[in-house]
């Protein structure tokens, strides 16, 4: 395994002298120039496989782990053992994950670059592509409070700000939305974007806190969504060739609370207490040791900066953690939270 990153750093285009440009090749250096690069090209294929059973064996062993961690807590400092006090083994046990997932992300860039190769050489037909597991790509998932989105300035503004990041899941609260605004919201918005909010809403009181802003592949695959009282909004992805549970959770929000913290408000902390008794993560913790003082996403002027807005997720989620950031904006008070993950294609 270790050896690896040789061999594709060997095969890279940018290597000094080895990769020529097929015009350049004399007729008799083009066969074992195309032996050669299939020799490679088989190579390279081995160690993708084992590359791959690599990190699926991994990502047993870390589910494994994290079912060990199950705790049906009683108390703040309970609950905390399940976000913030892993064991090592099973911090090790993503690390080695995370490498193995960059690894294989390597690889298929590496096949990609000698099948285009073998394309242009005519070695090669586009169209029978030797099979491979599915790409991994990366799910940017963000969550904002930004007091208020009627206003169609502010709207293209942080729309702009989310496209930097790459946003493909934008959960927003606060936005206050009457029946009408939303409806021209629709008809202004980005086409590769679709916007879900309440399902009943009053024509005239600014009565829908919260909205979810999906990229428009990942909204064709929903097959249920509703809401709350205006304050909660949810939807069910089906995922490809996924027809049974377990279902895999991701919860976000303004929670006005720091977890761990024993001045919150009411309920706050028993709250905290049952996301973990349902096995949910929070990113945060996962990401940074002390997390409540790391990674703020609340700032007024009166006031330190807070961390009260929250992505949580279930296991198996959890262990496709890339990071998280938090970046404020002269457009709200509250900062946006920004989470990867790694996922499979749809």
Known sequence: MND???????????????????????????????????????????????????????NERVSTMESLLKIYSTSPKQAAIINTQPTDKNLHLKRNLQANVNKLNEAFKVVDIIQHLMINAG????????????????LNIITHSILSFKDTVKQQLLMNLYEQY??????LQDIKLTYSTVRALKLTLDKSYTILTNTQLDSNE???????????YIADHIFNHGSFWGRIIYTDIQLQNKYCIPMQVIFVGDLNAKPRRHINPKHSNQFFRNLANYNLFNIGDICYDNANTRLPTFHRNSCNPS?????????????????????????SDHYLLIATLEYLEL
């Not at 002298?17 to 490679?40: A, C, F, S, W």
């Not at 929250?310 to 950031?325: D, F, K, M, N, R």
């Open 4 to 58: 690896w990153a040789d061999e594709s750093e060997y095969l890279h285009p940018n290597s000094k002298g080895y990769v020529k440009p097929i015009n350049d090749i004399n007729d008799h250096e083009q066969p074992d120039r195309m032996v050669l690069l299939m020799t490679k090209l088989d190579a390279v294929s081995i160690q993708l496989g084992r590359l791959h059973e690599d990190l699926q064996f991994t």
């Open 123 to 138: 070695q090669l037909h586009d169209s029978h592509l030797p099979n491979r597991p599915n790409s991994l790509h990366t």
């Open 166 to 171: 790459n946003a493909n899941i934008i959960a």
């Open 206 to 216: 600014y009565n829908t806190r919260v909205a979810l802003i999906f990229k428009k």
């Open 307 to 331: 961390r009260i807005d929250h992505i949580y997720c279930s296991t198996e989620l959890a262990t496709q953690t890339i990071g998280l950031s938090s970046t404020p904006t002269d457009l």
